[in-house]
């Protein structure tokens, strides 16, 4: 028998060998380190390759690497980069890509511009992008102006240099694109190489409350959000969900009130007028961000004052301004509201008021509090008179309040000054602008539409709309700063067909992104009738537009620009053998600028960054 076929014999020969080899004196040698395939180094600077001239070089904000004309050929490989680019945006470039040394002195010459190349369907700045199986670039997304998403996909045929668009269910800027490995899509289907989109954000916006709702109509309480695109958008209005007793905080339907916010919040909601009388509640409008949702809700405060005061008057068409706010906890920072005049209609007959009060939250007792305040002046004639129908701006960089318009007791409308509102050591001090040399003054009104641009520095800057002269109504549109030594400069806009008829109680925000804009919402029009039509003034080409009329006929409603991130909530995918796209799971967490890795195990993860848990890994499996 031999030790073939034995496994016992073989197995103690094995043995023996190893004991006799244990006991061997063992000669260990040092060994020469591999040698390396190709050892990396890195090249000195060059100028990243131009189009036309040295100076007209692509900011490369976005760069991918795709596949050359056919394998093994020239070029290796092309380098596809962009920054804007789209019709009329030339920001981007391809470049064939020829490793023909490593020199660093000589690397630069690797790349050579390609010049036919077909230019994208739609800006595709700020977008995701993958390498699809067949060497294709998928670009997810885009810009559609300022921080909105395209709702298209341009595919990049690496070999006839064109693009390929594809309507996308949801715009998302800066959306993840992550490319999936073998994905089961049930029913025995099995899919290679689609791409999921997640998150990006979806459009800037604008967020108004209440006023009065198509022609004569009654009062209403909606939070509306207006999407600030090309032709406009309105979300779903968010209602009170239980009225009455026992259900969540929701203020009453009113009109003329005052939402005084600033960039992130907080948003305080004071006054109005309801169906009868007028009001001085207070409520903050709490903006709750999450990682799986975003929501709206209102919590009513309940200030105290002074015994010897007590509360404000109730009052409608006053001015109202926040000031220093911190929307991560409002109550633990000198969050304050500025309140000035307006209309009180208790007594037997509406009085004008002139009062300045502010609300502030006071940490050491933990509570909200009301005050008068005695205001001073250099000279008397500087501290605005009694006055309704007047609006208010913040001055966040010189702490400022900057008040415009309004109407006397007796209905009269004189008053075309800007008055100053500071607080030198604290002392509440009234001081009235002082126009530019040669700057023209608009004409004084009432009831007019007014906003800041809350992203300047330096001065106060802001814009008016329309109201009643004492010659009727306005439709003009001016622009003001009022600069660090209390100096007004008014600017006109010119009109031009179409623009809006004139009115008062609209509202209007300035949008300050690509182009800077005016957004004007509702407002009454000669004869009562409400105008459903919401308008921008692009300063691009200092004309007006009109966005679809989509039902919204509101006035006497307040708005402001909304800053917060929008994001998109659902998945959709895209299939690359009919370039189409589809709804893909359920709804997913809220994510920007994020990753996505499609893992072994057949599910995605994100490490982030999040909303609020921004150092936590999230998976789920990707069911369609």
């Given at each position: ?11 103690a020969?094995?043995?023996a060998s ?16 591999p040698?390396?395939h190709?050892r ?7 100028a990243?390759p131009?189009?036309v ?15 050359g ?8 490989s092309?380098?596809l ?5 789209g ?9 064939a890509?020829r490793p023909t ?5 000589q690397a630069?010459s ?5 010049t036919?190349?077909e ?6 700045f ?8 067949d060497?294709?670039l ?19 045929d ?8 594809a309507?996308?269910?949801?715009g998302?800027?800066?959306a ?13 289907t099995?899919?290679?190489g689609r ?5 990006g954000?979806?459009y800037?916006?604008m967020?108004?409350?209440g006023g009065?709702?198509?022609n ?5 309480n909606?939070v509306?959000r ?5 032709v406009?958008?309105?979300?779903p209005?968010?209602?009170?969900p ?13 009109e ?12 305080y ?5 309801d ?9 903050q409008?709490?903006?709750e961000?999450?990682?799986l949702k ?5 919590e009513?405060?309940i200030p ?11 009052r409608?068409?006053?001015a109202?301004v926040?000031a220093?706010?911190n929307i ?5 920072d ?9 209309e ?11 009062d ?7 940490p050491?007792?933990?509570e909200?509090r ?9 000279d008397?004639?500087?501290?605005p008179t009694a ?15 900057i008040?415009?318009?309004g109407q006397?007791p ?6 075309a000054n800007v ?7 604290g ?11 040669g700057?023209r ?5 009432t009831?007019?539409?007014?906003a ?9 800057n802001?814009i ?7 010659s009727?109504l306005?439709?003009s ?11 007004v ?7 031009n067909?179409?623009a809006p008829?004139?009115?008062t109680?609209?509202s ?10 005016f ?14 039509t919401v ?13 679809p ?7 006497g409603?307040?708005a402001?620009?909304?800053y ?5 909530l659902?998945?959709?995918i895209?299939n ?6 589809s709804?893909?799971?359920l709804?997913?967490k809220?994510?920007?600028y994020?990753?996505?890795f499609?893992a072994s195990?057949g599910k ?16 789920f499996?990707?069911?369609?």
């Amino acid at each position: 028998m031999s030790a073939r076929t034995c496994p016992f014999v073989a197995l103690a020969r094995l043995v023996a060998s190893l004991v006799v080899a244990a006991a061997m004196p063992v000669r260990v040698e040092a060994q020469p380190p591999p040698v390396a395939h190709h050892r990396g180094q890195w090249t000195t600077a060059a100028a990243w390759p131009s189009r036309v001239s040295p100076g007209d070089s692509v900011q490369a904000v976005h760069m991918a690497l795709v596949r050359g004309d056919t394998l093994f050929a020239w070029p290796h490989s092309q380098v596809l980069a962009w920054s804007n680019w789209g019709p009329g945006k030339p920001g981007g470039g391809l470049w064939a890509w020829r490793p023909t040394t490593d020199l660093p002195a000589q690397a630069a010459s690797n790349l050579t511009q390609i010049t036919s190349v077909e230019t994208p369907p739609y800006d595709i700045f700020c977008a995701g992008h993958a390498a699809l199986p067949d060497g294709d670039l998928l670009v997810v997304s885009g810009t559609e102006r300022g921080k909105t998403g395209e709702k298209r996909s341009a595919r990049f045929d690496a070999a006839s240099r064109t693009w390929l668009s594809a309507p996308m269910i949801s715009g998302r800027w800066y959306a993840n694109a992550t490319v999936m490995g073998r994905l089961d899509l049930g029913g025995g289907t099995i899919a290679y190489g689609r791409v999921l989109a997640t998150a990006g954000n979806k459009y800037d916006h604008m967020v108004l409350f209440g006023g009065r709702h198509v022609n004569g109509g009654t009062l209403v309480n909606n939070v509306e959000r207006y999407a600030i695109t090309n032709v406009g958008l309105w979300d779903p209005a968010l209602t009170d969900p239980t009225p009455g007793p026992g259900g969540p905080p929701w203020p009453d339907p009113r009109e003329s009130h005052t939402l005084a916010d600033q960039i992130q919040g907080p948003c305080y909601l004071f006054g109005g007028k309801d169906a009868v009388r007028t009001r001085r509640d207070v409520w903050q409008l709490i903006r709750e961000d999450t990682d799986l949702k975003e929501s709206y809700r209102w919590e009513e405060l309940i200030p105290t004052s002074d015994p010897t005061t007590g509360p404000p008057p109730t009052r409608w068409r006053h001015a109202a301004v926040a000031a220093t706010p911190n929307i991560q906890n409002p109550k633990q920072d000198t969050s304050a509201m500025y309140v000035h005049g307006g209309e009180n209609t208790e007594g037997p007959s509406p009085v004008t008021l002139g009062d300045l009060w502010k609300l502030e939250w006071k940490p050491a007792t933990q509570e909200w509090r009301w005050t008068e305040l005695a205001v001073t002046a250099p000279d008397p004639s500087h501290i605005p008179t009694a006055r309704s129908g007047h609006s208010a701006i913040w001055d966040k960089p010189n702490q400022r309040m900057i008040l415009y318009g309004g109407q006397d007791p007796g209905g009269t409308i004189t008053d075309a000054n800007v008055y100053v509102l500071k607080f030198p050591d604290g002392v509440p001090t009234w001081k009235r602008a002082t126009p530019t040399p040669g700057s023209r003054v608009p004409y004084a009104r009432t009831r007019h539409a007014m906003a800041a641009d809350l992203t300047t520095t330096g001065s106060a800057n802001g814009i008016v709309f329309g109201g009643l002269r004492a010659s009727g109504l306005s439709d003009s549109l001016w622009e003001f700063t009022v600069d660090a030594l209390d100096r007004v400069t008014w600017t006109p806009w010119p009109h031009n067909v179409p623009a809006p008829a004139a009115r008062t109680g609209g509202s209007v925000i300035l949008y300050e992104l690509h182009p800077r804009s005016f957004v004007l919402v509702g407002g009454e029009l000669a004869g009562g009738a409400v105008d459903s039509t919401v308008w921008e003034f692009r300063r691009d080409t200092n004309s007006w537009s009109q966005h679809p009329a989509l039902g919204r006929a509101l006035t006497g409603h307040m708005a402001f620009r909304d800053y917060r991130i929008l994001t998109e909530l659902q998945p959709e995918i895209y299939n690359p053998d009919n370039n189409t796209w589809s709804p893909f799971g359920l709804t997913k967490k809220r994510q920007s600028y994020h990753m996505i890795f499609h893992a072994s195990d057949g599910k995605l993860y994100s490490p982030g960054p999040n909303f609020s848990l921004k150092d936590s890994t999230w998976r789920f499996a990707p069911d369609p």
